[in-house]
């Protein structure tokens, strides 16, 4: 493929933009690479104005259709991108585009144990991409394990709860929730979950398991800001997780999830999303 400069305003390092775009940054700059023309009011056509299905996206990206939704949900309400749905799929419109077209990316040689490829850059959340997290700290690509047992072996070395094996029922859960969200996006959670439980600046401390993580705390560390898991104004008390099922209290002992009612213990028999989650 012929390759061309991607013009980018420094505008965009500001902080302003990288809260507002967190991740989204990433198909923000596949939108610009993509452009083939811009009006005189500044707005640039997208492939022409070819609609564009997820699954055309997911060919670079590999990432889930989650993601992909929330992206666009991201760059359109801070009016970085216009989208028109077609039956074909949408068309993506980028406002204030520049870009200049027809210019070739200089040569530059590389070793080729160093070269890397735009695909291998991990996707970033800003909040996470503000702390003191390297890259190296998150090996995204790693050749002898699967995604499921290298989201395992990476939860394990948090050293959040440590798991001795990886029983069925975590591998169900995994593979379940690699169906909604990226590998990229289920490691970036997994990791400011463990910043926000060893930062003594910040008021969340309850530990899940990671079937439990992954069930209810995926989104949450996922999508928060990690500056809205500070103490406010370094006083105040840390929220504890408590569960119920229509009203009674669900506590959890030996694997297994019980309902209690009336004094009794009653084993769980539905699913987690019956289960509501409250912090008190």
Known sequence: MKGYYIEVTNNLLEPKHQEAMKESVWLFMWLLDKMTSISEEGIGKVLGGKPIKYEEVKNDFNIARTTYVRWIKILENGKYIKTTRTPAGLVFYVNKAKKVFGRDVPKIEHHSDVAKKVSDVPKMDSDVAKTDIQYKTIQLHNKNNTDIQFIFEYWNEQNIIVHSKLTDKIK?????????????????????????????????????????????????????????????????????????????????????????????????????????????
């Open 172 to 280: 169900t859960k995994i593979i379940s929730t690699l169906k909604d969200y990226s590998q990229k996006d289920i490691l970036l959670a997994i990791r400011k979950y463990k910043i926000v439980l060893d930062g003594s600046e910040y008021f969340w401390t309850y530990r899940w398991t990671l079937q439990e993580f992954l069930s209810r705390g995926l989104t949450k560390f996922l999508d928060t800001p990690i500056d809205n898991f500070k103490k406010s104004n370094g006083f105040e008390k840390p929220k504890k997780e408590k569960r119920y099922y229509q009203g009674n209290p669900v506590v959890s002992k030996n694997g297994k999830d019980y309902v209690i009612s009336g004094g009794e213990w009653l084993e769980f028999a539905g699913e987690d999303k019956d289960i509501e989650v409250r912090y008190e």
